[in-house]
């Protein structure tokens, strides 16, 4: 991007001394807070919930072990005759004795405590009794608040002392009480009865104090630790702005600007033009150097000048369409103009957006046209069926007359006058019809180059009348594969060869060419010829049906040809200097494509 640095007295605002860059918004630290406090509190939260259910599970595992360690000592007792409920109440005091174990009992199915390391209780509800389910030997655990205050861990499961294994003979059962059942599980179903174990807690609340302290002044640190890290990163941002403020207009230029994909302009508060993109020296072919630091009303079109010239108000913006001659064309932009200022709101003048729409003025207009050929199609299709009937009775008439008054010469040349334009009507309608009705094609893989050979050989002779050279020397030897419709391709060429031979009315030169055309994955055929060309007033009408600008033309050639390529999802594309010659390039889908 070039600019044109400006004076001081352009009459821009003075600025005022600019304040310290080290600024720390007070709304930076709250924000910070608002984000950082709650992430740090989760976190911690989320690891001391994480390590009380670890503590939990291993309060879980130590009394299912000491679960399974009582009842494997219930079950070593049970191989003597005398063993019965007391002697499993005496080894539920002496393992309560251990360090950690609170107390352990044995419920019945509705919580009736059946044994306990404090005798005084059996007999009595348990009331936060929470029966296993059927069957299950799954340990449970769950923290229980006794009468005293006292915190403690339960561990509990269905109490299984035999496993189904020991047995006794009725006769050798020297009494009956609670747990006798379990001693001939073979012959009775052993009651469903609980084991709890509670567990001290307090070690491991010692514990999880103790890393909640820790953790709480780790996540202060933290913390702190990130207030000063985001202080850091906004004093060292601030600086950077300072430094990046220096060289702002340097930046814009040389980055963003130069990159856009639009055309832009800046004119100063002066009407002087300050700066312009290459792109701009490319839509308008002016130079730079040429017309910065101008007039702008003197060497940019008007049409952009006028549009700066509505902007009234610091909010306005005017965006407009115009269309700009530039050089031989005329080009079609979408312009908007606004007031530029900087980041103080000091005025600098405006600038000036443009994007080239010419191509999609160009696509507007080929939709436009083929909605008009689709309804001219349509009707010309009913016409054409309505007038093929009497053109065969009148055909037949004539041709009639022409037998009855083979006499007559002038009757036999009228007659036969009759029949051929009735005959050369009858090839319009056909053509009419042609073009209105959907097109079917019957597309293989085929050699162009062999397409074109044989169309070219059904010109010649007609070549050779008229003393037109044809020029094959751009054909080369490859065969140039592509999938289309033989007959139909066949066609379209025969048209723009007979079209290129009755526009050299005085010899000349046919020059057919192929070659890939790598970037539409298409062979592009290039049909060229040195007659009097086309009027320019006239190029965006050739494919049009029933334009035609020769005396016994019916208009439908061109027509029915862009139909034929648009159906193969190819192109043609017509480009002509009148009086110098016309060049036809006919894109056609390649092998594969």
């Known amino acids: 991007m070039r600019v044109e640095k400006p004076s001081p007295g352009y009459g821009m605002k003075r600025r005022e001394p600019r304040k310290a860059w080290i600024r720390i918004s007070p709304w930076v630290i709250m924000g910070s807070l608002v984000v950082m406090v709650p992430i ?10 994480t390590q009380r259910k670890n503590m939990y599970i291993m309060l879980t595992e130590k009394g299912a072990a000491l679960i399974r360690s009582f009842e494997a000592g219930t079950r070593t007792g049970m191989m003597g005759a005398d063993w019965s409920g007391a002697r499993v109440q005496r080894l539920i005091m002496e393992t309560a004795e251990l360090p950690d174990i609170v107390y352990i009992m044995i419920t019945d199915h509705d919580g009736t405590i059946m044994a306990h390391n404090q005798p005084m209780n059996i007999g009595k509800k348990y009331l936060s009794s929470t029966p296993p389910e059927p069957g299950g030997r799954r340990v449970h655990g769950k923290v229980v608040r006794m009468d005293n205050g006292v915190k403690v861990f339960e561990v509990y499961r269905r109490f299984y002392p035999s496993r189904g294994g020991i047995f006794l003979q009725r006769s050798r059962r ?47 640190s933290l913390l702190m ?84 010239g509505e902007i009234r108000r610091p909010d306005d913006m005017a965006v407009r369409e115009v269309r700009i001659p530039v050089q031989d064309r005329t080009m079609t932009f979408e312009t908007s ?23 999609i003025e160009h696509l507007k207009r080929e939709m436009e046209r083929k909605e008009r050929l689709a309804s001219i199609g349509s009707l010309a299709a009913g016409v054409a069926h309505e007038i093929r009937n009497p053109l065969s009775s009148i055909k037949g008439f004539a041709t009639y007359f022409k037998e009855r008054y083979r006499d007559i010469p002038e009757d036999q040349r009228i007659a036969g006058i009759m029949v051929g334009e009735v005959e050369r009507l009858n090839r319009v309608i056909t053509q009419l019809l042609e ?68 526009a050299m009315d005085n010899g000349g030169r046919l020059t057919v060419s192929l070659k890939p055309d790598d970037k539409n994955s298409h062979i592009m ?38 139909k034929i390529m648009e159906a193969h999802g190819g192109y043609i594309k017509v480009e002509s200097t009148q009086g110098q010659g016309t060049r036809v390039v006919v894109g056609v889908p390649a092998k594969g494509a």
């Open 40 to 49: 740090i509190i989760f976190t911690t939260m989320e690891s001391i919930r």
């Open 174 to 220: 020297p009494h009956m009480d609670w747990f006798s059942p379990h001693m001939i599980p073979q012959m009775e179903r052993p009651p469903v009865q609980t084991i709890y174990l509670g567990l001290d807690m307090e070690p491991v609340e010692q514990i999880i104090r103790e890393s909640i302290k820790q953790k709480i002044i780790l996540t202060v």
């Open 225 to 308: 630790y990130g207030l000063l890290g985001i202080v850091a990163i906004v004093i060292a941002q601030n600086y950077l702005s300072a430094r990046a403020s220096l060289s702002r207009v340097k930046a814009l230029s040389d980055t963003l600007v130069e990159h856009m994909p639009i055309g832009l302009i800046v004119i100063g508060e002066k009407g002087t033009v300050l700066a312009l993109n290459d792109v701009t020296e490319r839509l308008l072919h002016v130079s730079a150097h040429q017309i910065s630091g101008r007039e702008s009303r003197e060497v940019l079109p008007p049409e952009i000048t006028s549009l700066v």
């Open 337 to 359: 103009a606004s007031i530029l200022r900087d980041d103080e709101n000091t005025f600098l003048g405006h600038i000036v957006l443009l994007r080239d729409i010419t191509e």
């Open 435 to 502: 073009f209105a009705r959907p097109m079917d094609l019957r597309r293989q893989t085929a050699s162009l180059l062999e397409v074109v050979n044989g169309s070219l050989a059904m010109v010649e002779n007609q070549a050779q009348e008229r003393h037109v050279e044809i020029d094959r020397s751009g054909l080369g030897g490859e065969p140039f594969l592509c999938y289309m419709d033989r007959d139909k391709i066949s066609q379209v060429l025969l048209n723009l060869f007979l079209n290129a031979l009755e």
């Open 525 to 562: 055929l290039s049909v060229s010829d040195t007659g009097h060309g086309i009027a320019p007033q006239d190029l965006d009408h050739v494919f049009d049906p029933y334009f035609t600008t020769k005396q016994s033309g019916t208009g439908l050639g061109l027509a029915i040809t862009h």
